[in-house]
């Protein structure tokens, strides 16, 4: 399959850094008054530069996981991402509607996904689409209609044979949140991953690749609800 789960493992920045600590290692050991001088001159460095920029609190949405995903816990969200992944399939660039590039992508995306090979070349699927849709019971007016504790949330349903006699909706996850993590509806990149005011579930393709996010609400220790939230990468066929 031509579709990979973004991992932070599978970042290339941190492949280049184990290379880069993989060909320290082999180099000359350092002399006794070398490492004497290094060593307070990179403490020296490090301190200087924690103090102009501080410790993040949290890494950005744009480049990294979620801490509870980067340490292999499964949540909603990264759950769900696995289901619509599943169901995207092999895809072609040209099936795509819209085409989500640009800052806004959508969280509505219609496509043909690669069923099989034949001797006369590629069998595409009918018309699919998955988007996100208001749960059962709520609308979007900042109130929670269903009386479930959340505000506005969605869920994410999957739509075969788009348009056609044999249309079929089937849901693939709920408590979807109205935007991603830490978005607005201002018109500004929030989260800073280069997206504005993207839905709780966003497609964006970028060249041959479709980067999907999705944000779900769950229960928290405190008893409160809490975003999770997951991001990977479709491969796709030009």
């Known amino acids: 399959m031509n579709q990979t789960v973004a991992e932070r493992g599978q970042d290339p920045a941190v492949t280049q850094l184990m290379d880069q600590q993989s060909a320290a290692a082999s180099a000359p050991t350092l002399s006794a008054r070398a490492k004497r001088l290094r060593i307070p001159l990179g403490v020296l460095a490090l301190s200087v530069l924690l103090g102009l920029i501080g410790l993040p609190k949290r890494p950005s949405l744009g480049t990294e996981l979620p801490e509870s995903e980067a340490k292999g816990v499964e949540n909603s969200a990264s759950k769900l991402l ?58 979007s007016n900042g109130l929670d209609d269903n009386a479930n504790g959340l505000v506005d949330e969605g869920q994410v ?69 809490e975003p999770n939230t997951s991001a990977a990468i479709v491969r796709l066929e030009m």
Do not use: C
């Open 82 to 139: 696995k289901e619509v992944v599943k169901e995207l399939g092999m895809l072609r660039t040209a099936s795509l509607n819209p085409d989500p590039i640009g800052t806004w992508g959508t969280s509505s995306l219609q496509f043909r996904q690669l069923e099989s090979y034949t001797a006369d070349g590629v069998v595409w699927s009918s018309l699919r689409r998955i988007e996100w849709r208001p749960a059962e019971g709520e609308s």
């Open 157 to 225: 349903v999957l739509i075969r044979d788009d348009g056609g006699v044999g249309e079929h909706m089937s849901t693939l996850g709920a408590d979807v949140a109205k935007y991603l993590e830490a978005e607005k509806a201002n018109g500004l990149d929030d989260n800073h991953n280069g997206l504005i005011d993207e839905k709780g579930l966003s497609f964006v393709r970028k060249d041959n690749t479709l980067v999907v996010r999705i944000t779900t609400m769950a229960m928290g220790e405190l008893g409160t609800f």
